[in-house]
């Protein structure tokens, strides 16, 4: 008779945890995004003007390719038809995008509402995990997202300056994307506003 020798594996290194905490990763995200488009939707957006030849292009404006590969560290193509609150961009190989969402409100009471509701939305406060604020973007700005080795996966810079608020998010399968490149180029996105 054969015996069956069974070899404990914690979970780190448990392939089908690893993955389900990948999938799990990414019906977050994907919640977040539903969230995202909610109340982009519910909030006055100024649009780019119509004779434009993407509706984004307003957006694409404060936020290039060139930006999105610094920011991934790859080659980067513009992804269409996002609206005309967003520019994303993703890989030409494998998986991920880098994506900048603008909401501008018609007035500071509209603005303060806004942002509060994103703020609640992506739970940006101190004491949250991997949520932390960062200086120099705007009015106020918070970076969501886990480091790891130096480099980042799913993570966001979100930013306000007077009366909008914008997010660059960055969603890739593996840590490839650099959380400094994202915050250089937070900072040059809140000074082309």
């Known amino acids: 008779m054969h015996s069956l020798a069974v070899t404990p594996v ?15 990763a990414m019906r977050i995200l994907s919640m977040m995004a539903a969230a995202a488009v909610a109340i982009t939707a519910m909030t006055t957006v100024t649009h780019a003007a119509p004779n434009q030849a993407a509706p984004n292009a307003a957006v694409c404006a404060l936020f290039s390719v060139a930006d999105a590969q610094r920011i991934m560290g790859g080659p980067m193509k513009p992804k269409p038809n996002m609206g005309a609150t967003v520019c994303m961009y993703e ?23 806004a942002w509060a509701s994103i703020k609640e939305t992506r739970h940006l406060q101190a004491g949250q995990k991997n949520t932390k604020p960062v200086a120099g973007i705007g009015g106020e700005a918070w970076f969501t997202g886990n480091v790891e080795k130096g480099k980042i996966g799913v993570a966001a810079i979100v930013a306000r300056k007077g009366n ?11 840590y490839r994307a650099s959380p400094e490149a994202l ?7 809140a000074q082309r506003f």
């Open 10 to 24: 914690s979970a780190a290194d448990d392939p089908f945890v690893t993955r389900m905490r990948y999938v799990d």
């Open 91 to 113: 890989l030409t190989e494998g998986y991920g995008t880098v994506a900048l969402t603008v909401v501008k409100s018609n007035d500071k009471a509209a603005a303060d509402r």
């Open 164 to 174: 909008a608020h914008f997010a660059i998010d960055v969603m890739t399968l593996d």
């Open 183 to 189: 915050t250089d180029v937070a900072k040059t996105v």
